[in-house]
């Protein structure tokens, strides 16, 4: 949902403004660093692996543009300073090009290194997505054999937020390439609303058989025996294998194993924090209250202190953590690039970050 | 909510405009049952109770006025078919007139009559919810010793449609007024935002600490410890102990049981309906996608099919079931104004249904 282009008049990154979905399909080019840095604060691009990508391709749009590559690197990191895989990624594109200049080339072969290491986290994340694809779809065949797969998602792990198509979402496409998916229960993640808008989108786009339901409704699904599986993606997974992802993971993961359905988490190898020991070490994000009190629409023009339409009283208090922590006694699998973790333990996954570290050495 | 006054120019019932709720508070003038039933129709009045009161009224209302009874009696029920409540509520005041008349009374001592039936059922519900709250407190201050409830509600089950204090609600407000009450957590309760709209609004009219958060957000209050009950209303109880009631319920029930924390149903007898089965024999309402595709919001003109804003693509399919299904197994007790059933059998609620019965012969 990102791409380099060099027209003419200088290159440019082009963006799909993730804001004003699904109700407009509208592309940002960013001709230089701070109109990205513009984009990643308006949360026009978000999502940790897209975030990655996008600050690598900025440093090389900076460098091919001969402005300060250490400047624009600085500008790009600090957009959104909790989100790791921004840094992780100018951070990359901006080695490239310093060792490119301790080689004694010119500047302009220093943009096109830089180019070529934003392109390669670029392919990196797509071949991961490509990977997690296959190795959640074998599993998924493996446990429920048969296919005819009914997934129920929650949140947006798809190609907006991904070089590629995806964590959780792109198992699903990927069944649904094959012919074995025959629905995509789509929460729609309150209060943001990413599952309505984003995940819906994406599977409208590809012609997915999808339904839309509240968070609420999920309970209703299982009871009726139409969830085969549960997919989502993993902001963090700790040494133990708890997992933080959008609040509302945890009870799916509850209701998941009352009813004997599995739960299965899609990330990358990234996303395993080894540096954090277990799910009481995660540290949740609380989020403004506006965001429950008041509906974010992005087409209408209105009054509350978030900018959205108030749903509730002048004052009222709201509890609102970004994420939940789903402990790995509740989590079927964790599938990554590298393969599957299950029973999830923190052998099997500190063997799997292990052989990740091998294969990048 | 609802109240009946006698100015000069002729008697009218007076409601608050649930729709215009939290934004507004804006009564409502019925002079006559017509503007009664576009009231009932609009949802300007709603929730089960509430709607016989009003219904009762109505009739009382077409009597006072000089207008054939039996029309309007015919109207009203017929404003919200499914809503058992109203047609009881109707048809009561109806039976009362219309045996005044066959006592040889006139027609003014007969809506006299049709407004005593009227006002007595408003006492009576009143009269429940107060006995409700009682063994409903009763009941917590058993379970949880010690006192200091944190109690988690969902959808609006308070004075706004009652003729009390309600029935989950008025447990809540009792341990309030107590000085028991820690928090009350109120689920936003989407689609409709009942949670946010009214509870909210209740809430806050009357100073309980109460925190509103995303149906989602539950997940972690329980997982953090923050929840000593859950307390809930009934649509519909069969006679198993299976409990219907706005979506969203079954899995409060099902976290609730994880746990280890008591859930809690308040409801009136006549909610318990003996000739449905079990839980599979509850046909649960269909409602319209567009309730999940688009938000409403009041204050705001828009566009979509529903007359909200559209929050998902266009063409986007949803699962939008009203309700669902409890089993009696998640269920701690079920409070009546009998007293409460606990554990929840089958023979336990016939025997509360049967003292209701003898208590009402």
Same mark, same amino acid.
């Given at each position: 949902m990102l791409r380099w282009e060099e027209p003419p008049e200088g290159p440019v990154l082009v963006l799909l403004d993730q804001t004003r979905l699904p109700s407009e399909e509208v592309e940002l080019v960013c001709t230089d660093a701070p109109a990205l840095v513009e984009a990643i604060r308006s949360l026009a691009v978000r999502g940790a692996p897209v975030l990655g990508i996008a600050g690598a391709y900025g440093v090389a749009l900076a460098a091919a543009r001969g402005f300060d590559v250490d400047e624009a690197a600085q500008a790009l990191a600090g957009?959104?300073?909790?989100?790791?895989?921004?840094?992780?990624g100018v951070r990359r594109a901006r080695d490239a090009y310093h060792a490119a200049v301790a080689r004694g080339e010119d500047a302009g072969q220093a943009a096109v290194a830089a180019l070529a290491a934003a392109r390669q986290l670029h392919r990196e994340d797509a071949e991961a997505s490509a990977r997690m694809a296959e190795h959640g779809l074998a599993l998924l065949d493996e446990l429920l054999p048969g296919g005819g797969h009914r997934i129920l998602t929650h949140c947006n792990t798809g190609a907006l937020v991904s070089g590629g198509d995806g964590t959780a979402f792109a198992v699903a496409l990927a069944a649904h390439h094959q012919g074995r998916l025959r629905r995509l229960w789509v929460d729609e993640t309150r209060p943001l609303l990413q599952g309505a808008r984003l995940t819906a989108y994406e599977a409208a786009r590809n012609g997915m058989a999808y339904t839309l339901l509240t968070d609420n409704a999920a309970g209703s699904l299982f009871a009726? /025996?139409?969830?085969?599986?549960?997919?989502?993606?993993?902001?963090?997974?700790?040494?133990?294998?708890?997992?933080?992802?959008?609040?509302?993971?945890?009870?799916?993961?509850v209701l998941a194993r009352y009813h004997h359905v599995p739960f299965i988490v899609v990330a990358p190898v990234t996303t395993v924090d080894l540096d954090t020991v277990d799910g009481a070490s995660i540290e949740v994000e609380q989020r403004p209250g506006y965001e429950v009190t008041?509906?974010?629409?992005?087409?209408?023009?209105?009054?509350?202190?978030? /900018?959205g339409i108030p749903v509730a009283p002048l004052g009222t208090q709201a509890y609102n953590p970004a994420f939940d922590v789903t402990p790995p006694e509740l989590v079927t699998a964790i599938v990554t690039e590298e393969g599957a973790v299950s029973p999830v333990t923190a052998e099997g996954l500190a063997?799997?970050?292990?052989?990740? /570290?091998?294969?990048r050495g």
């Open positions: 957009a959104r300073p909790t989100a790791v895989n921004l840094s992780v009726a /025996g139409e969830v085969d599986a549960v997919l989502i993606g993993a902001d963090r997974i700790a040494a133990d294998g708890s997992v933080a992802n959008k609040v509302g993971s945890y009870p799916l993961a008041e509906v974010l629409a992005p087409q209408v023009q209105v009054s509350g202190a978030g /900018g063997e799997l970050c292990g052989k990740a /570290g091998r294969a």
